[in-house]
């Protein structure tokens, strides 16, 4: 059998306020329930919704970094339904003319690179929030309508994916350009990002469908992956048994590590689909898209390409710079800097010492405290031979800690590492005539001496001198004749 996966993502839109009112965008953290709510997101009678134009906007550039055929014209349309967090009784979406369609995204995975296919993008709102609890033992429900008409991107892919590491990829892949073009935060752990995979198996080699299920709202990638395997295997264990597979709505359980049936799924002539009449079609203008074109950063894909030739880093090491936009422009940023020293050495410090310090920290590396100049110039003291590499890791932490410039570190303690040859010449002399009868011993034969007489060297040049060229000088020392 093969498993057969579509993704269903709705993403947050990163807009000040709702998608068809004033009332600004906040999260349950910040704000006391039903603070922010108006007649329109309440769904009063008589009252009109107006489209956000940022919503729209931030749709677009989604839309082309997925590659889309954007349509000049889009219309919202009302999805019926009852249910106590929506208060209008239908939700404002778009059905049959969405905003984009046809695109594609390039996902990597172990077995390679690969294209998946995008269905459609389209705006819609968001429904509000339940809170099931109990006041004075009486079991009751709470509407928090603060999300109530928020706005939302749902992106849609085709069946392409194959394996929960495929899903996983796309997700990670999606989530990278929808932080990069700034329309959604990427902040799983607040709900910004709700994933739903639909999940099918048929005999290898077919390319029929098979009935499918639906699980709903996951929220971190580790559930998705958890949740596709467990899924495909629920539905490989029933059909072995010649059971079918009922087309339904899931729910992912994480402590037990389940799905559970939430519902039989909605034929869609159950919603009642139909033009919003409340609103104009949504038009494009080509000068208002080509204008949005224009303003699209590089995005993850061409960039880690571009890392690759012009910086000679392997696919891996491109890839984990550039899936954040802000480490991939401050790695840019210090290798521009850097004098001298190669961008793998950068590559190498920046996602091994300089991550490790941030995530100890819980910092982004938008507010690291040591700038990607400052970190060019530690690594050039490095590669000058002026302090050694052990010094510059102890240095970095210092630096990232009291948010000093390095040089400055080095300088207060003294970690200048001597590569003088004149210095350390004087050094070795010293070390030999104190200990004339060893030296007598090493040129006598006794060549295991030498590690001996390098520590004698290093301790008197108290760690800063820099070994390769002590070594090359007792070497010779000892080699010439008393
Ligand atoms: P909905 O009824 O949820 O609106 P769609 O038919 O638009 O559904 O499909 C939603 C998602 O499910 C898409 O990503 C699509 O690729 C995927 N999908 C549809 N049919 C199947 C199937 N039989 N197996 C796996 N995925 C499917
Ligand atoms: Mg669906
Ligand atoms: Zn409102």
């Not at 990163?14 to 999260?27: D, E, I, N, R």
């Not at 194959?162 to 796309?170: F, G, Q």
């Not at 539905?235 to 087309?247: E, I, T």
């Not at 571009?306 to 491109?318: E, I, M, N």
Request: aromatic share 6%.
């Amino acid at each position: 059998m093969e498993a057969v996966i579509g993704l269903e993502i709705h993403a947050e839109l990163a807009t000040q306020s709702k998608m068809f009112c004033a009332c600004p965008v906040v999260h349950s953290a910040q704000a006391a329930p039903n603070c922010c709510v108006c007649p329109v997101c309440a769904g009063m009678p008589g009252v009109l919704p107006v489209i956000n134009r940022q919503a729209v906007e931030y749709g677009l550039r989604v839309a082309l970094a997925l590659n889309c055929q954007v349509a000049p014209v889009s219309i919202f349309a009302r999805k019926n339904y009852f249910y106590p967090d929506l208060p209008k009784g239908y939700q404002i979406t778009q059905y049959d003319r969405p905003l984009a369609q046809h695109g594609s995204l390039l996902i990597q995975t172990s077995q390679g690179e690969r294209q998946v296919r995008i269905r459609r993008v389209h705006l819609e709102e968001d429904a509000g929030k339940l809170t099931h609890t109990q006041i004075d033992d009486q079991p009751c429900s709470l509407v928090d309508l603060n999300r109530a008409g928020v706005p939302l991107l749902e992106i849609v892919s085709e069946p392409d994916l194959h394996t929960p590491e495929e899903v996983r990829a796309y997700a990670t892949a999606l989530r990278a350009i929808l932080r990069y073009v700034g329309a959604n935060s990427g902040d799983m752990e607040k709900g910004v990002l709700r994933i739903e995979p639909n999940i099918s198996l048929r005999p290898t080699g077919s390319t029929a469908l098979g009935s499918r299920t639906e699980i709903k709202n996951l929220n971190s990638f580790r559930a998705l992956e958890r949740a596709t395997a467990y899924e495909i295997e629920r539905q490989a264990a029933l059909l072995s048994q010649g059971q079918p597979v009922r087309q339904e709505t899931r729910g992912w359980d994480e402590a037990s590590g389940q799905t559970t049936l939430q519902r039989v799924k909605e034929q869609a002539e159950d919603y009642r689909y139909f033009a919003e009449p409340d609103l104009p079609p949504l038009v494009v203008e080509p000068g208002w898209l080509e204008a949005v074109r224009q303003s699209l950063p590089e995005l993850p894909a061409v960039r880690q390409q571009r890392f690759q030739a012009q910086y000679g880093l392997s696919a891996y090491d491109a890839a984990v710079l550039v899936e954040e936009r802000s480490v991939a422009d401050y790695y840019e940023q210090s290798a521009a800097a850097a004098q001298g020293i190669a961008p793998k050495v950068i590559a190498n410090w920046v996602s091994g010492e300089l991550f490790a310090l941030l995530n100890k920290a819980g910092l982004e590396i938008a507010a690291c405290p040591v700038n990607p100049v400052a970190l060019a110039g530690l690594l050039g003291m490095v590669a000058r031979g002026e302090i050694s590499q052990a010094s510059a890791k102890g240095v970095l932490a210092e630096a990232f800690a009291s948010g000093q410039e390095p040089a400055a570190i080095v300088n207060a303690r003294g970690l200048h590492q001597v590569s003088d040859t004149a210095a350390i010449t004087e050094l070795v002399r010293q070390v030999l005539a104190e200990n004339s009868s060893q030296a007598a011993a090493y040129r006598g034969g006794k060549e295991a001496l030498f590690q001996w007489f390098f520590g004698q060297v290093m301790r008197r040049g108290k760690g800063q001198a820099n070994p390769q060229v002590v070594k090359q000088v007792l070497l010779d020392l000892l080699h010439e004749q008393p």
